[in-house]
C-alpha cells in the first residue's frame, strides 16, 4: 500500500479535529496560521521532524501557513550557522514556510510592552538574586512567598528596567517579573521572570540589547503579533499554557484590541514528543557528543539529526511515513527503533538502485570460462519501478564472492557453494564447484580461490535457463572491472534502550556527573565498523546521497567523503532487522 494510502485512511489525530471545530466554529475568520519554531541552538533531530511534520502538515492541509520562527532569545549559544542548517534540513524534508521570521523582530515590541505592563502595576524590577527567588518560590502544596521589592514604585522598576538594558547591570542583579499570583497552583504563575540580564551581544541585534525576555514571556506574544492561530507544541509546555494565555491578554489589552478573545488569539495544543529507542535527543545532548569527538560532527550519519539521517541515507520520505505510523497523542512514549527502521526499509525497497558489491571477498574462478573474454549483461536497476530502467555489469572468469557464500564442510541444508554444490549467479549463468580440488588454501589454511565451472546455456533466455537447481541466487563482482571501495557500517550509538533515562539515572547516582562522563558508560565503543569491499564499476556514477541496494547486503549511500579514487558508502540500514 502506498503511504499516501494509509495517511488517508487514517483517522483524523486529535489536532486535526480541533482545527477542524475551530474552522466550523468561524474563529480565527476561518484561518489555519503556524509556526515552526526551533532554537539556533543546534542541528535538528528526529524529534522535530514530528513537529515539522504538524505544524507544516496542519498548514498544508488546511489551506494555511506556516511560518518559520527563529526562537533566538539565548544569543549566548546561538549561531548562524545552525540558522542555515535549520532551513536546509526542513527543505530537504519537502516544506516550504511562509515567511523567515526571528522571536528578535519582536525584542522592541516585548520592551515596550513590557514598559506598558510595569506602568500598569503588572510587572516590577527584583534584585534578589536568583537563590533568593528559587527559595520563595514555594511548593505545588505550599504558597510562595512575595518578594520585598514586589511593590515597589513603578518609577523604581521603570528606571531599573532600563538600567537592566544598560550594559551597566552585573547579569543576575536584578531580573523582571510579572506580577500575578504567590500562591497559584500552577507554580508559573507565582511571579515569573520577564527578563534578565545577559550583557552579551546578539547576531542580530548587536549591542542594542543587553536585557533579553525569556521564553514564556516571548512565544505567546510573537504568534499573537503574527497571527498565528494554531500554536502546536510538546507536552512539557502544558503547564505553561495559562501563562502564555494570560500575556496574550495583557498584550490584547495594553494593545487596546477589544474583539472578544475566544474568537481571536492563537491557541496553544501540546503533543507528545518523539522519543525513540537507543538513541538520545536534545540538542544540548547531541552537542556534547559532538564536542568530545564521539561522532564526527552533527552530520554523523550515527546522529539522530536530520543532517545525520540524510548523510545515512535516509530518505525524507522514510522517515516522513514513520512520523505518519506513529502519530499524534497526548501521553509520553518510547517508540521502537526498529520499527523506523522497517519504514525506513519499505520506503529504500522502492526507490534504492541494485548493485553488486562484495564486503566480505573470496576468489571464484570459472575454471571453463575462457581466460581474457568478457561477457556484458544489463542489470535492472530496481524491480519495484521499470522506470528506473538497467545499467550493465561485466563477467569474466575472476569473480569476487562473499566468503560467507561457500562452505568446505557443508551441510545438507547449504543452498550455496560447496563440493558438488550448484548456484545461479546473479543476471548469469549456473555454476557447479567440482565434488574434488573446489577450492585452494594459503598455509595457513584459509581459503583463497574457490573453483567452479560455469553450465552453458543457462543464462535468462537460453535453452537451459530453466535448469532446476537446489542451491540459491549469490551475487558477485568481475575481478577485472570492480573498485575497491571503503564501506562505513553503522551500528547503534547506544547500548542501552533507553539513554536519555539510564543516563539521567547514573547522573544522580554518582554525584549529579555532568556531559560525556554521565554518558560514557552506555556508549557503544563499536558504532562504527569500517570493510574493505569490492563493488561493481557502475557504482562510481553515483552521488552522494543517492539510494543503493547492494544486494542481499543492505542499503547504502554514497558518502560525501567519496572520490573518484577512493569511493565512500554508508551503511543506511541491514536489508532485515537482525537485532
Ligand atoms: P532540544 O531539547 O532538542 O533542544 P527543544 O525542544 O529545545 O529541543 P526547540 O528548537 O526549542 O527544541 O524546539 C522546536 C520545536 O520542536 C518545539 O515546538 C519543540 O516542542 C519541538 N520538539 C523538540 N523536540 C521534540 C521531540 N522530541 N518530539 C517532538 N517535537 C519536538
Ligand atoms: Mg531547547
Redesign the pocket.
Known amino acids: 500500500m502506498e503511504l499516501s494510502e494509509t495517511v488517508e485512511k487514517k483517522s483524523k489525530n486529535f489536532i486535526e479535529t480541533k482545527v477542524e471545530e475551530d474552522l466550523a466554529a468561524g474563529k480565527n475568520g476561518k484561518r489555519v496560521q503556524t509556526r515552526?519554531?526551533?532554537?539556533p541552538?543546534?542541528y535538528l533531530?528526529i524529534?522535530?521532524a514530528?513537529?515539522i511534520a504538524i505544524d507544516f502538515g496542519i498548514a498544508q492541509q488546511y489551506g494555511g501557513v506556516c511560518n518559520l520562527r527563529m526562537?533566538d532569545t539565548n544569543p549566548q549559544k546561538e549561531d548562524t550557522e545552525y540558522v542555515e542548517a535549520i532551513k536546509k534540513d526542513i527543505e530537504w524534508l519537502g516544506f516550504k514556510w511562509g515567511k523567515l521570521l526571528y522571536a528578535s523582530d519582536y525584542f522592541q515590541q516585548l520592551w515596550d510592552l513590557a514598559v506598558a505592563l510595569i506602568k500598569e502595576g503588572k510587572a516590577y524590577v527584583d534584585e534578589q538574586t536568583s537563590e533568593q527567588i528559587a527559595a520563595q518560590k514555594g511548593t505545588p502544596t505550599q504558597p510562595g512567598v512575595e518578594s520585598p521589592y514586589r511593590n515597589r514604585p513603578v518609577e523604581e522598576s521603570l528606571r531599573l528596567f532600563e538600567e537592566m538594558n544598560s550594559g551597566n547591570v552585573e547579569p543576575g542583579k536584578m531580573v523582571l517579573r510579572a506580577k500575578i499570583d504567590m500562591a497559584s497552583d500552577n507554580m508559573h504563575f507565582r511571579d515569573p521572570i520577564m527578563y534578565r540580564v545577559l550583557n552579551i551581544p546578539h547576531w542580530r541585534t548587536g549591542n542594542k540589547w543587553n536585557a533579553y525576555p525569556m521564553y514564556d514571556y516571548t512565544h505567546g506574544q510573537c504568534d499573537y503579533w503574527e497571527g498565528v492561530t494554531h500554536s502546536?507544541?510538546?507536552l512539557e509546555?502544558v503547564p505553561h499554557r495559562p501563562l502564555y494565555d494570560l500575556f496574550v491578554d495583557w498584550a490584547k489589552e495594553v494593545a487596546g484590541d477589544d474583539q472578544p478573545l475566544d474568537d481571536n488569539r492563537p491557541r496553544q495544543t501540546e503533543f507528545n514528543?518523539?522519543?525513540l529507542t537507543h538513541i538520545l535527543?536534545?540538542?544540548?545532548n547531541l552537542l556534547v557528543l559532538v564536542n568530545e569527538g564521539i561522532v564526527n560532527g552533527w552530520d554523523d550519519p550515527r546522529m539522530p539529526t536530520i543532517c545525520g539521517y540524510r548523510r545515512r541515507g535516509y530518505s525524507p520520505e522514510g522517515i516522513l511515513s514513520f512520523i505518519g505510523k506513529i502519530g499524534y497523542t497526548t501521553f509520553d512514549a518510547l517508540n521502537q527503533m526498529s520499527l523506523f527502521e522497517s519504514a525506513v526499509r519499505d520506503d529504500l525497497n522502492k526507490r534504492a538502485l541494485r548493485v553488486s558489491a562484495v564486503v566480505d571477498p573470496v576468489k571464484l574462478v570459472i575454471t571453463n570460462f575462457p581466460e581474457g573474454e568478457v561477457e556484458v549483461y544489463d542489470a535492472v536497476n530496481n524491480p519495484e519501478n521499470e522506470a528506473d530502467g538497467t545499467h550493465q555489469i561485466e563477467f569474466s572468469r575472476e569473480l569476487w564472492i562473499e566468503r560467507e557464500d561457500f562452505m568446505e564442510d557443508a551441510p545438507k541444508k547449504f543452498f550455496r557453494l560447496g563440493p558438488g554444490k550448484e548456484v545461479r549467479l546473479k543476471n548469469s549463468y549456473i555454476i557447479r564447484c567440482p565434488e574434488e580440488n573446489c577450492c585452494k588454501k594459503d598455509e595457513n589454511g584459509n581459503i583463497v580461490e574457490i573453483y567452479a565451472e560455469y553450465v552453458p546455456e543457462t543464462k535468462t533466455g537460453q535453452a537451459n535457463s530453466n535448469m532446476k537447481i537446489k542451491g540459491k541466487t549469490i551475487h558477485w563482482v568481475s575481478c577485472n572491472h570492480c573498485i575497491e571501495a571503503e564501506v562505513r557500517n553503522y551500528d547503534r550509538l547506544w547500548l542501552v534502550e533507553n539513554p536519555r533515562d539510564e543516563v539521567a539515572n547514573y547522573s544522580k547516582a554518582n554525584g549529579d556527573l555532568r556531559g560525556i562522563e554521565a554518558m560514557r558508560p552506555f556508549l557503544n565503543p563499536d558504532s562504527l565498523e569500517i570493510k574493505k569491499a569490492y563493488v561493481e564499476k557502475w557504482c562510481a556514477t553515483r552521488k552522494p546521497l543517492d539510494y543503493l541496494q547492494f544486494q542481499r547486503i543492505g542499503y547504502y549511500t554514497v558518502d560525501y567523503d567519496s572520490t573518484p579514487d577512493h569511493l565512500v558508502f554508508n551503511r543506511t540500514v541491514t536489508l532485515k532487522d537482525s537485532k
Open positions: 515552526f519554531p526551533p532554537e541552538n543546534g533531530h524529534g522535530h514530528k513537529a526562537d502546536l507544541c510538546t509546555f514528543k518523539l522519543n535527543l536534545s540538542k544540548r
